[in-house]
């Protein structure tokens, strides 16, 4: 995408909801000071379409249920794992789970081997919870039986349970 100054002016100059839009393009292509930036843009707008109608066909109400299905299962089958999950029960969202580590559990060992062997991608813990916890997103598409199943089938196997 290519902007002119006076295009770049009118970027930062809005307001609003046109304040965030901008905000959200800034973040997308990184910034609004170059002329010439490195996203296509028609991209996310397309991929924006796709999600909203996806979700649309779903139903809002549906796509709540499917999540705290799937987030309910995965929290249920990490505990059956030896996994200990960080937040109570009813401060849990069901999208984004953390949880400690089995002892002697190699974080970044089994992470490898979960992206190496499954495609399937974890969230290390950071900070204080660096090496000790995850941070398993289950957002969007993403949200699915067949993903919970996968990563509790692939966790059982390596870690011999």
Do not use: C
């Not at 580590?101 to 204080?128: F, H, M, N, Q, W």
């Not at 289950?138 to 390596?158: D, Q």
Request: aromatic letters at 4%; charged letters at 20%; glycine letters at 14%.
């Amino acid at each position: 995408m290519s902007a002119t100054d006076d295009a770049l002016v009118a970027l930062r100059s809005r307001t609003g909801a046109a304040l965030i839009a901008s905000t959200v393009l800034a973040s997308a292509v990184g910034t609004l000071d170059a002329n010439v930036v490195k996203v296509a843009v028609p991209t996310i707008g397309r991929d924006l379409h796709a999600g909203l109608g996806a979700l649309l066909d779903e139903g809002l109400a549906e796509s709540w249920k499917r999540h705290g299905e799937v987030g309910a299962r995965l929290h249920e089958g990490l505990e059956k794992l030896g996994f200990t999950l960080v937040v109570d029960e009813p401060h849990r969202l069901p999208g984004l789970t953390t949880a400690w580590l089995p002892a002697g559990v190699d974080d970044v060992a089994l992470r490898r081997t979960l992206l190496d062997e499954y495609s399937i991608e974890v969230g290390g813990g950071l900070g204080p919870f660096a090496g000790k916890a995850w941070r398993i997103g289950l957002m969007g598409h993403g949200a699915r039986h067949r993903n919970v199943t996968l990563l509790l089938a692939a966790l059982a196997e390596l870690l011999g349970r």
